[in-house]
Nanobody, 120 residues
């Protein structure tokens, strides 16, 4: 079965960095577009960053451009989110998402989330 397992969250001070990882299994990773979303308390889940299946193109929310970098290692079935210059407003649960198609049918899977807290 499909599994997405996030790790790397934690408590950091403003200006510090964290790297999130999402280990995938149960599907052909190199065929999936991978994304990171986040949800802060009382807010809707929002797209943070996404990367195409080959890793050739990525896009970011305006709020994280220049600070966050999404990447993937198709050989390791893993997606990463490098987060630099963290701000208190980056505090949220971060979720990994995989989207792919098999026989013209769309699939959309989520991980369980990892908490990121930015506070002094």
């Amino acid at each position: 079965q499909v599994q997405l397992v996030e790790s790397g969250g934690g408590l950091v001070q403003p200006g510090e960095s964290l790297r999130l990882s999402c280990a995938a299994s149960g599907f052909t990773f190199s065929s999936a577009a991978m994304s990171w979303y986040r949800q802060a308390p009382g807010k809707e889940r929002e797209l943070v960053a996404s990367v195409t299946s080959a890793g050739s193109s990525s896009n970011y929310a305006d709020s994280v451009k220049g600070r966050f970098t999404i990447s993937r290692d198709n050989a390791k079935y893993t997606t990463y989110l490098q987060m630099n210059s963290l701000k208190p407003e980056d505090t949220a649960v971060y979720y990994c998402n995989a989207k792919f198609m098999v026989h013209f049918r769309k699939y959309d899977y989520w991980g369980q989330g990892t908490q990121v807290t930015v506070s002094s």
